[in-house]
Protein backbone atom coordinates (compact mmCIF):
# COMPACT_ATOMS: atom_id res chain seq x y z
CA UNK A 1 0.00 0.00 0.00
CA UNK A 2 0.96 3.26 -1.05
CA UNK A 3 2.61 6.22 2.18
CA UNK A 4 0.53 8.49 3.65
CA UNK A 5 2.75 11.91 3.19
CA UNK A 6 3.39 14.21 5.81
CA UNK A 7 3.98 17.69 3.64
CA UNK A 8 5.94 20.32 5.30
CA UNK A 9 7.15 23.91 3.90
CA UNK A 10 10.16 25.19 5.48
CA UNK A 11 9.71 28.12 7.94
CA UNK A 12 10.37 31.38 7.51
CA UNK A 13 14.45 32.21 5.42
CA UNK A 14 16.20 35.78 5.30
CA UNK A 15 15.30 36.48 2.00
CA UNK A 16 11.25 36.37 3.15
CA UNK A 17 12.07 38.37 5.80
CA UNK A 18 13.06 41.34 3.49
CA UNK A 19 11.90 39.93 0.07
CA UNK A 20 15.25 40.05 -1.53
CA UNK A 21 15.54 36.90 -3.57
CA UNK A 22 19.74 37.87 -3.65
CA UNK A 23 20.56 35.81 -0.53
CA UNK A 24 21.50 33.11 -1.52
CA UNK A 25 20.54 29.66 -0.14
CA UNK A 26 19.22 31.50 2.90
CA UNK A 27 19.01 30.32 6.48
CA UNK A 28 16.18 30.26 8.22
CA UNK A 29 15.17 33.82 10.17
CA UNK A 30 14.69 34.23 14.01
CA UNK A 31 10.94 33.83 13.82
CA UNK A 32 12.09 31.24 11.15
CA UNK A 33 13.88 28.90 14.04
CA UNK A 34 10.65 29.91 16.30
CA UNK A 35 8.28 28.63 13.54
CA UNK A 36 10.46 25.26 13.61
CA UNK A 37 9.74 24.32 17.46
CA UNK A 38 6.35 25.22 16.58
CA UNK A 39 6.14 22.85 13.81
CA UNK A 40 8.06 20.13 16.24
CA UNK A 41 5.15 20.57 18.61
CA UNK A 42 2.13 20.44 16.50
CA UNK A 43 3.70 17.17 14.66
CA UNK A 44 4.51 15.61 17.82
CA UNK A 45 1.51 16.37 18.89
CA UNK A 46 -0.45 14.44 16.69
CA UNK A 47 -0.67 10.67 15.62
CA UNK A 48 0.27 10.98 12.41
CA UNK A 49 3.68 12.66 13.56
CA UNK A 50 4.52 9.68 15.38
CA UNK A 51 3.86 7.16 12.53
CA UNK A 52 6.83 8.59 10.21
CA UNK A 53 8.91 6.36 9.08
CA UNK A 54 11.41 8.06 6.86
CA UNK A 55 12.52 11.74 6.44
CA UNK A 56 12.81 13.51 2.95
CA UNK A 57 14.10 17.01 2.56
CA UNK A 58 15.18 19.48 -0.32
CA UNK A 59 18.63 19.76 -0.33
CA UNK A 60 18.87 23.57 0.54
CA UNK A 61 19.75 25.35 3.84
CA UNK A 62 16.23 26.46 5.16
CA UNK A 63 14.38 23.07 4.76
CA UNK A 64 17.47 20.89 6.39
CA UNK A 65 17.14 23.20 9.17
CA UNK A 66 13.47 23.38 9.30
CA UNK A 67 14.00 19.12 9.51
CA UNK A 68 16.71 19.46 11.82
CA UNK A 69 14.68 21.64 14.48
CA UNK A 70 11.28 20.66 13.69
CA UNK A 71 11.41 17.19 13.67
CA UNK A 72 14.31 16.54 15.79
CA UNK A 73 12.21 14.01 18.12
CA UNK A 74 12.28 11.91 15.16
CA UNK A 75 15.80 11.99 14.24
CA UNK A 76 16.92 11.14 17.19
CA UNK A 77 14.71 7.74 17.65
CA UNK A 78 16.45 7.00 14.51
CA UNK A 79 14.38 7.93 11.66
CA UNK A 80 16.27 8.34 8.49
CA UNK A 81 16.73 11.89 6.71
CA UNK A 82 16.70 11.70 3.00
CA UNK A 83 18.30 15.14 1.46
CA UNK A 84 17.06 15.23 -2.09
CA UNK A 85 17.92 17.51 -5.10
CA UNK A 86 14.40 16.90 -6.71
CA UNK A 87 12.14 18.45 -3.94
CA UNK A 88 14.03 21.91 -4.15
CA UNK A 89 12.16 25.01 -5.10
CA UNK A 90 11.21 26.27 -8.69
CA UNK A 91 13.04 29.58 -9.19
CA UNK A 92 16.65 29.85 -10.89
CA UNK A 93 17.39 33.15 -8.18
CA UNK A 94 19.72 33.26 -5.95
CA UNK A 95 17.49 32.60 -2.75
CA UNK A 96 16.21 29.50 -4.79
CA UNK A 97 19.73 28.11 -5.39
CA UNK A 98 21.22 25.22 -3.62
CA UNK A 99 24.64 25.18 -2.07
CA UNK A 100 26.97 23.12 -3.47
CA UNK A 101 27.09 19.74 -1.39
CA UNK A 102 30.75 19.71 0.33
CA UNK A 103 29.04 22.55 1.94
CA UNK A 104 25.83 21.14 2.63
CA UNK A 105 28.26 18.21 3.88
CA UNK A 106 30.35 20.40 6.62
CA UNK A 107 27.13 22.26 7.57
CA UNK A 108 24.89 18.91 8.59
CA UNK A 109 27.85 16.51 9.03
CA UNK A 110 24.83 13.95 10.53
CA UNK A 111 23.05 13.42 7.39
CA UNK A 112 23.82 11.64 4.17
CA UNK A 113 24.07 13.95 1.18
CA UNK A 114 26.17 10.69 -0.58
CA UNK A 115 22.19 10.02 -2.48
CA UNK A 116 22.07 13.32 -3.15
CA UNK A 117 22.14 14.24 -7.65
CA UNK A 118 26.21 15.38 -8.32
CA UNK A 119 24.53 17.86 -10.98
CA UNK A 120 23.07 19.88 -7.96
CA UNK A 121 22.53 22.61 -7.35
CA UNK A 122 22.60 23.33 -11.48
CA UNK A 123 19.68 24.53 -12.66
CA UNK A 124 20.88 26.65 -15.82
CA UNK A 125 22.79 24.80 -18.03
CA UNK A 126 21.51 22.61 -20.62
CA UNK A 127 17.87 23.74 -19.78
CA UNK A 128 15.83 20.98 -22.17
CA UNK A 129 17.68 18.50 -20.40
CA UNK A 130 17.96 19.71 -16.84
CA UNK A 131 15.43 18.13 -14.39
CA UNK A 132 15.77 21.23 -12.22
CA UNK A 133 15.67 23.93 -14.88
CA UNK A 134 12.83 26.93 -14.17
CA UNK A 135 10.73 26.12 -16.82
CA UNK A 136 6.94 24.45 -16.40
CA UNK A 137 7.69 21.56 -18.07
CA UNK A 138 10.72 20.43 -15.76
CA UNK A 139 9.34 21.28 -13.02
CA UNK A 140 5.81 19.32 -13.58
CA UNK A 141 7.73 16.50 -14.70
CA UNK A 142 10.09 16.97 -11.62
CA UNK A 143 6.89 16.72 -9.46
CA UNK A 144 6.03 13.32 -11.37
CA UNK A 145 9.13 12.04 -10.49
CA UNK A 146 8.73 12.76 -7.06
CA UNK A 147 5.75 11.43 -6.44
CA UNK A 148 6.57 8.41 -8.10
CA UNK A 149 9.72 7.87 -5.88
CA UNK A 150 7.46 7.58 -2.69
CA UNK A 151 4.81 5.51 -3.96
CA UNK A 152 6.97 2.14 -4.08
CA UNK A 153 8.58 2.78 -0.65
CA UNK A 154 7.98 0.23 1.82
CA UNK A 155 7.36 3.01 5.07
CA UNK A 156 3.79 4.08 5.87
CA UNK A 157 4.06 7.06 6.51
CA UNK A 158 7.07 9.86 5.36
CA UNK A 159 7.24 13.04 6.10
CA UNK A 160 8.77 15.51 3.15
CA UNK A 161 10.45 18.91 3.67
CA UNK A 162 10.14 21.06 0.78
CA UNK A 163 9.05 24.45 -0.73
CA UNK A 164 5.68 26.41 -1.19
CA UNK A 165 6.35 27.16 -4.97
CA UNK A 166 6.72 23.56 -5.73
CA UNK A 167 4.49 21.86 -3.54
CA UNK A 168 1.76 23.97 -4.90
CA UNK A 169 2.34 23.66 -8.57
CA UNK A 170 3.95 19.95 -9.03
CA UNK A 171 2.64 18.05 -5.76
CA UNK A 172 -0.50 19.14 -4.43
CA UNK A 173 -1.85 22.01 -5.64
CA UNK A 174 -2.34 23.40 -2.20
CA UNK A 175 -0.83 26.72 -0.90
CA UNK A 176 1.44 26.40 2.33
CA UNK A 177 2.37 28.67 5.28
CA UNK A 178 6.08 28.89 6.33
CA UNK A 179 6.47 25.64 8.62
CA UNK A 180 2.78 24.47 8.07
CA UNK A 181 2.05 20.79 7.14
CA UNK A 182 -0.75 18.96 5.46
CA UNK A 183 -1.20 15.15 5.16
CA UNK A 184 -1.85 13.44 1.75
CA UNK A 185 -2.35 9.78 0.52
CA UNK A 186 -1.90 8.83 -3.09
CA UNK A 187 -5.91 9.05 -4.98
CA UNK A 188 -6.03 5.64 -6.15
CA UNK A 189 -9.42 6.29 -8.47
CA UNK A 190 -7.75 9.46 -9.89
CA UNK A 191 -4.71 7.84 -10.99
CA UNK A 192 -6.90 5.30 -12.57
CA UNK A 193 -9.02 7.80 -14.39
CA UNK A 194 -5.76 9.48 -15.69
CA UNK A 195 -4.66 5.76 -16.68
CA UNK A 196 -7.85 6.05 -19.13
CA UNK A 197 -6.82 9.01 -20.52
CA UNK A 198 -3.84 7.44 -21.93
CA UNK A 199 -1.61 9.34 -18.87
CA UNK A 200 0.54 7.87 -16.01
CA UNK A 201 -0.13 10.22 -13.24
CA UNK A 202 0.62 10.38 -9.40
CA UNK A 203 -1.91 12.23 -7.76
CA UNK A 204 -2.28 13.17 -4.38
CA UNK A 205 -5.78 13.39 -1.88
CA UNK A 206 -5.50 15.66 1.19
CA UNK A 207 -6.63 14.62 4.86
CA UNK A 208 -10.21 15.72 5.69
CA UNK A 209 -8.70 17.74 8.52
CA UNK A 210 -5.78 19.08 6.98
CA UNK A 211 -7.72 20.50 4.17
CA UNK A 212 -11.09 22.15 5.94
CA UNK A 213 -8.33 23.65 8.84
CA UNK A 214 -6.32 25.06 6.60
CA UNK A 215 -2.92 22.94 7.43
CA UNK A 216 -1.70 20.79 9.99
CA UNK A 217 -1.10 24.27 12.26
CA UNK A 218 -4.66 26.09 10.66
CA UNK A 219 -2.05 28.51 8.85
CA UNK A 220 -2.46 27.90 5.69
CA UNK A 221 -4.84 29.10 2.96
CA UNK A 222 -7.67 26.61 2.63
CA UNK A 223 -8.95 25.57 -1.10
CA UNK A 224 -7.03 24.41 -4.60
CA UNK A 225 -4.61 26.58 -6.14
CA UNK A 226 -3.34 25.21 -9.39
CA UNK A 227 -0.28 26.46 -11.64
CA UNK A 228 -1.14 30.48 -12.44
CA UNK A 229 -0.19 33.23 -14.74
CA UNK A 230 3.36 33.98 -13.82
CA UNK A 231 4.45 31.00 -12.11
CA UNK A 232 7.41 30.11 -15.10
CA UNK A 233 8.75 32.20 -17.63
CA UNK A 234 7.82 31.36 -20.96
CA UNK A 235 8.89 28.35 -22.50
CA UNK A 236 12.00 28.55 -25.51
CA UNK A 237 10.06 26.44 -28.18
CA UNK A 238 6.41 29.00 -27.45
CA UNK A 239 8.62 31.95 -27.62
CA UNK A 240 9.96 30.69 -30.88
CA UNK A 241 6.81 30.23 -32.08
CA UNK A 242 5.21 33.49 -30.82
CA UNK A 243 8.55 35.17 -32.58
CA UNK A 244 7.32 33.14 -36.13
CA UNK A 245 3.50 33.64 -36.16
CA UNK A 246 4.89 37.58 -36.10
CA UNK A 247 6.60 37.63 -39.15
CA UNK A 248 5.01 37.68 -42.64
CA UNK A 249 5.48 33.86 -43.82
CA UNK A 250 8.43 33.26 -46.48
CA UNK A 251 7.16 31.35 -49.57
CA UNK A 252 9.14 28.27 -48.29
CA UNK A 253 7.03 28.50 -45.13
CA UNK A 254 3.91 28.91 -46.87
CA UNK A 255 1.47 25.22 -47.07
CA UNK A 256 1.61 22.73 -50.09
CA UNK A 257 -1.31 23.58 -51.53
CA UNK A 258 0.47 27.59 -51.81
CA UNK A 259 3.64 26.17 -53.50
CA UNK A 260 2.26 24.57 -56.03
CA UNK A 261 2.43 26.47 -59.21
CA UNK A 262 -0.52 25.74 -62.07
CA UNK A 263 0.74 23.85 -65.16
CA UNK A 264 1.02 25.44 -68.57
Known amino acids: MPPTLILIRHAQALHNVASDWSFHDPKLSELGEQQSRELHESLKASKVGNEVE ?10 LQTATIGLDWLIKKGIKVLPD ?11 DTGSE ?20 PDKTTNLKSNPYAFTEKAIVA ?15 VIAVVSHSGFLRTAVCNRMFFNADWRVFTFDEEAMAKSEMNGETKFILKESEETEKNGGGMGRSDVGVFGITEGDFPPEVEDMIKDEQAKRPAKAEELDEANRQKPEK
Do not use: H
Open 101 to 120: ISVMKKEFPDYDFSVVDPNY
Open 142 to 156: RGQTCLKALYDRPEK
Open 85 to 95: ANWQENADKPC
Open 54 to 63: LIVVSAMRRT
